[in-house]
């Protein structure tokens, strides 16, 4: 269930799944690290003993669209059904009241002449209502505006004429919520942050002589998300010089990219990376540090402005200690074809090893010898067409 979800790989619940077989102690290893966010970007918290729990009816739409789909179809059906009743109930009373009732009972039971008569005078305030049932179907026909004709308001009375005016409104409010929640909850912001990716795995290698944390992040769609801005928080147990301890303190970081800054122009997938200088939380992380009991998560957010309905959105997913590949690189993925820039998508998260010291960037900047040491691999070259121009005129001699 966990793997389902995100918070644990398929690969090491089967690890796991493999030693409760084979070792049955009661002791066992250290567990994995829990997330705080998911690799699909869930925020891995559980909320537990809210006392004011009131606060959330203070805000009842944004109540509406964090429930569930079945919940909110509930809650609109038991409202609409509520309401008819309730008015039902009204009409029934003001028809019981106006003698409406008795007189319909009369007209059924075929009275006598002089009945007859004296009925021709009588003006009820709805026609057409005998019993709750059919003061219950006058009032849907009223607030859904059916109108079959079988039942109408009379000007005999004007408390009528008043619930009438009620019943359109309340109406009107309950279809305003309704539409409003549908729309919210299936244009939400998470929707479109389902086509913007991040590779499974980070890596750190040398680019330019230091340490670099790298990722890839692309999105799929063709429509842009304008003003997209990247960052990055270390998420680490700390204690303080006074000896506060921080379960999960949040450490911003610098991140850079090919454009600069912390905006990117997310047209094709782009790599970002964050230089690993002395004021990064990952200045003393060494190869030895990269496995699942490191109490270290990196969290990227991406965020930005869909171009399309305006509605801002946020992508997050995280790296543990192990989902970090030290001494490895990203393949390129973007090639020119035929006039236009072609992506393949197959390899967006694919590495290659590459020339990697195995210390710490505190070590490399002490010591700059190391990368001496380092068979480099060689730049790429590109691999240039050549064509010859044929000339669209040419010279000759006048004879003279």
């Not at 109406?171 to 909850?185: D, E, H, P, S």
Request: hydrophobic share 40%.
């Amino acid at each position: 269930m966990l793997s389902r979800k995100g918070i644990i790989p398929e690969e090491y619940v089967l690890t796991r799944l493999a030693e409760d077989v084979q070792e049955h102690s009661r002791y066992r290893a250290r567990e994995r690290r829990a997330r705080f966010v998911g690799k699909n970007g869930t925020c891995n918290v559980a909320h537990k003993n809210i006392r004011e729990q009131g606060r959330f009816l203070q805000d009842v739409f944004t109540t509406l669209v964090d429930l569930k789909w079945p919940h909110t179809l509930i809650i609109f059906t038991m409202t609409f059904l509520c309401s008819w009743l309730l008015f039902g109930m009204t009409w029934w009373l003001i028809a019981f009241a106006h003698g409406d009732l008795d007189h319909s009972t009369q007209l059924q039971a075929g009275g006598s002449q002089g009945v007859g008569e004296e009925a021709e005078g009588f003006m009820p305030c709805v026609t057409s209502i005998h019993s709750f049932t059919s003061a219950f179907l006058f009032s849907i026909e009223v607030q859904v505006t059916i109108g079959f004709g079988g039942r109408m308001v009379t000007e005999e009375c004007p408390a009528a004429i008043l619930v009438l005016i009620v019943q359109n409104i309340v109406g009107l409010v309950i279809n305003a919520i309704m539409l409003g929640c549908i729309f919210m909850k299936t244009a939400q912001a998470h929707r479109r942050a389902e086509t913007l990716i991040f590779s499974k795995h980070a890596v750190i290698a040398l680019r330019d002589g230091r340490l670099c944390f790298m990722l890839r992040v692309g999105d799929l769609r063709k429509s842009m998300i304008i003003s997209a801005t990247i960052r990055m928080q270390v998420v680490k147990k700390t204690t303080s010089l006074e000896g506060e301890v921080v379960p999960l303190n949040q450490i911003d970081i610098q991140m850079e990219n090919p454009v600069g800054g912390s905006n990117i122009f997310l047209v094709s997938p782009l790599l970002v990376y964050h230089v690993i200088d002395k004021n990064s939380p990952l200045y003393d992380i060494s190869p030895l540090h990269l496995h699942h009991h490191e109490d270290l998560e990196v969290i990227v957010i991406l965020e930005g402005v869909v171009e399309t309905t305006g509605i801002t959105t946020q992508a997050r997913t995280s790296y543990l200690a192990d989902e970090i590949l030290w001494g490895q690189r990203f393949v390129p993925i973007v090639a020119e074809e035929d006039g236009r820039y072609s992506v393949d998508y197959s390899k967006f998260g694919n590495t290659v090893k590459v020339p990697t010291p195995s210390c710490t960037a505190r070590q490399l900047e002490e010591d700059r010898s190391i990368i001496d040491s380092i068979p480099l691999s060689p730049k790429s070259t590109s691999r240039k067409r050549s064509f010859r121009l044929k000339p669209k005129f040419t010279i000759t001699d006048e004879p003279s």
